[in-house]
């Protein structure tokens, strides 16, 4: 079976329909992760996954090689928030500073 | 490694919606890898290969990792250049 390459022969059009999605990835061996996809490299089909913690806290962050990666399965969607969350996630400080300013629930 | 969008009948239309798509995903990857700057990276290799350092950059091609203290079963390497050709997954913390 050689799903390997054919996750890094797909076009950036196919990629962005995981982005912001909940995924299972099957990475080289079995190894199993899951998280939020943030997004796939388009260069070497490295796939970005989040696990979001509290609202206001940190997260965990994996990235599988686009080489190594098996099987992607989308298992869940973003609501607003969570693909805002997702989208300012590596932003540079002076955009978090002006979001951060009247988070109160 | 690039690959663009060679089917027939693709107009200017559908060629910026996939450039647009590209640089999108291309600079959240970018951004990723800037914020593991000085971070504290887990590694997944090959032969269940397990190793921690502290990440320093990549090369824009991502074929290079530099990392400092590296972890590894046979002691700590303080400078280590990694092949991203023999990692499967790293992870860390934000």
């Known amino acids: 079976m050689n799903t390997t390459s054919a996750w890094r022969q797909r076009t950036p059009r196919d990629w962005e329909r995981y982005v912001n999605k909940q995924v299972h990835v099957t990475a080289h061996g079995q190894q199993q992760h899951r998280g939020w996809l943030h997004t796939?490299?388009?260069?070497?089909?490295s796939v970005v996954l989040v696990r979001l913690g509290d609202a206001a806290g940190?997260?965990?962050?994996?990235?599988?090689?686009g080489h190594a990666v098996e099987q992607v399965e989308v298992v869940g969607e973003a609501d607003e928030e969570t693909a805002m969350r997702l989208s300012s996630l590596f932003r540079p400080k002076e955009r978090e500073a002006r979001a951060g300013g009247g988070g109160g629930e | 490694s690039i690959s663009a969008c060679n089917e027939p009948g693709t107009d200017a239309g559908s060629l910026q919606t996939e450039q647009h798509a590209r640089s999108m995903m291309r600079e959240r990857f970018l951004r990723c890898l800037l914020s593991m700057a000085n971070k504290q990276i887990q590694f997944d290799m090959?032969?269940?290969?397990?190793?921690?350092a502290?990440?320093?950059?990549?090369?824009i091609d991502v074929l290079n990792f530099q990392v400092s203290d590296l972890q590894?079963?046979?002691?700590?390497?303080?400078?280590?250049?990694?092949?991203?050709?023999?990692?499967?997954?790293?992870?860390?913390?934000?």
């Open chain 2, 72 to 94: 590894t079963p046979i002691g700590v390497q303080s400078e280590a250049l990694i092949r991203c050709q023999d990692v499967i997954s790293y992870s860390f913390d934000m």
């Open chain 1, 40 to 45: 796939v490299d388009p260069v070497t089909a």
């Open chain 1, 58 to 65: 940190g997260c965990s962050v994996s990235v599988v090689m």
């Open chain 2, 54 to 59: 502290t990440f320093g950059a990549s090369d």
């Open chain 2, 46 to 52: 090959y032969e269940r290969v397990k190793v921690n």
